[in-house]
């Protein structure tokens, strides 16, 4: 079993994917992506499978690369925005580093580019964020053991403020 040097959890827009390269760049480690190990894993994007096969069987294949990525890698993992949303997911993560990147509406409605690729915001991407923001912030909080502000902060000022936590 291979640890995750840390785990990076965080709304869409908050910058699980830009940040973790990053990171995992400046640490010299792989870098997992739970929604690249999903996309892999049923052969498509993950906007045809909320299409062809609903929200339910996507969480049902989260829940499955989460529990594998925990377990199988060595670098740093991001999972999906709405993966804290399962008890199992959150249960899974107890005893991880795991950095939550916050952001708020403003910065991340500007960061989703209007929801395309994002399923769950291809309509009113702005009410849905919010909706969205509101009601997973107790649960990125709840599983994080660090919070990283990310709001009119560059990636590269964002790394540099992670690398200090992942010294301790
Ligand atoms: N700190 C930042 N400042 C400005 N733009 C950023 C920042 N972080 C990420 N971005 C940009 O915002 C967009 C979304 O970032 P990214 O895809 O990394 O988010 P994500 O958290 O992985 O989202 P998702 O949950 O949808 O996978 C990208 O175009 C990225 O270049
Ligand atoms: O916020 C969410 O629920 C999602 C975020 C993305 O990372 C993907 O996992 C998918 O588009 C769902
Ligand atoms: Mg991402």
Redesign the pocket.
């Known amino acids: 079993m291979t640890r995750p040097v840390c785990v990076l959890v965080g709304?869409?827009g908050a910058g699980k994917t830009t940040i973790g390269e990053a990171l995992a760049a400046e640490l010299g480690v792989e870098f997992r992506d739970t929604?690249r190990d999903i996309e892999r894993m049923a052969g498509k994007p993950?906007p045809e499978i909320f299409v062809d096969e609903g929200e339910a069987h996507?969480r049902t294949l989260?829940r499955a690369a989460v529990a594998a990525a925990l377990a199988g890698c060595p670098g740093v993992l991001a999972v999906?925005?709405?993966a804290v949303l399962a008890e199992e997911n959150r249960a899974a993560l107890v005893g991880h580093t795991v950095l939550y990147l916050s952001v708020e509406l403003t910065d991340a409605l500007k960061r989703v580019d209007l929801g395309v690729g994002?399923?769950?915001l291809a309509v009113n991407p702005r009410a849905t964020l919010k909706y969205?923001l509101d009601q997973r912030r107790p649960l990125y909080e709840e599983v994080a053991t660090a919070t990283v502000v990310t709001d009119g902060r560059t990636p590269a000022e964002i790394v540099a403020g992670i690398l200090p936590l992942l010294r301790r």
Do not use: S, V
């Open positions: 709304a869409p929604d993950i996507f989260e999906g925005g709405g994002r399923p769950l969205l």
